[in-house]
C-alpha cells in the first residue's frame, strides 16, 4: 500500500509540475508572442494570463512601453539657401 501512495504521489507532483509550466502571465506593460518551432502561434497583447504547450512552445516577452516614431523626412535650409 504504501508503494501505491509513493507512486500516485510522484504522478501528482509530475502533473502539477506541467500544469504550472504552462500558464504564464502578460504585465500591462509586456506583450508576450508564443513560439512553436520558432513560428508565431499566438501574440498576446492584453495582460492576463496565458496558456502554453509546456515542452513544444516557447514565451518571449517585449517590453510594450518601447515606442517607435516615424516621422516623414524634412528638409531644411539656412535663410542664405547654403547647404
Known amino acids: 500500500m504504501l508503494r501505491g ?3 500516485l504521489t510522484a504522478v501528482l507532483a509530475i502533473a502539477v509540475a ?3 509550466s504552462s500558464i504564464f502571465i502578460v ?3 509586456e506583450k508576450a508572442l508564443v513560439l512553436q518551432f520558432g513560428q508565431i502561434k499566438q501574440v498576446k497583447t492584453e495582460p492576463g494570463l496565458g496558456f502554453k504547450i509546456p515542452v ?3 514565451v518571449v516577452r517585449y ?3 518601447i515606442l517607435s516614431l516615424d516621422t516623414p523626412e524634412i528638409e531644411i535650409t539656412p ?3 547654403r547647404r
Request: aromatic share 0%; charged share 45%; proline share 0%.
Open 56 to 58: 513544444i512552445q516557447e
Open 5 to 7: 501512495g509513493v507512486l
Open 27 to 29: 504585465d500591462e506593460r
Open 79 to 81: 535663410s542664405d539657401d
Open 18 to 20: 506541467i500544469a504550472l
Open 63 to 65: 517590453d510594450g512601453r
